[in-house]
């Protein structure tokens, strides 16, 4: 199971932190994922991180999101600064295993213009 948080309400050019914590250790999964999903649209991926701390990110959110991986404490985080009214979705934690996908709850982030 995988447990998302810190989603909220945030004025444009403002910044949200969601942290999403593994039932598991983060060593079990060579992939974390976080996506979002717009009302009607698909669900898309955000950024994700290797275990070896390798980022990839969605080009909507280059340069203004960081994904970032605490092993110490278990959790992977996902930096959101000046964010846009675009950013408003449901975002999605995610963690790639050795034979599937475990997807979190979703935690809500809304930003007003």
């Known amino acids: 199971q995988l447990q998302a948080s810190g989603g909220g309400l945030a004025q444009a050019g403002g910044s949200l932190t969601l942290s999403c914590e593994p039932s598991?250790?983060?060593?079990?999964?060579?992939?974390m994922s976080w996506y979002r999903q717009a009302p009607g649209k698909e669900r898309e991926l955000v950024a994700d991180i290797t275990t070896g701390g390798d980022t990839n990110y969605a080009d909507p959110v280059k340069g203004r999101f960081t994904i970032s991986r605490d092993n110490a404490k278990n959790m992977v985080y996902l930096q959101m600064n000046d964010l846009k009214p675009e950013d408003t979705a449901l975002y999605y934690c995610?963690?790639?295993?050795?034979?599937?996908?475990?997807w979190g709850q979703g935690t809500q982030v809304t930003v007003s213009s």
């Open positions: 598991g250790s983060l060593y079990m999964y060579s992939l």
């Open positions: 995610a963690a790639d295993g050795m034979t599937s996908t475990t």
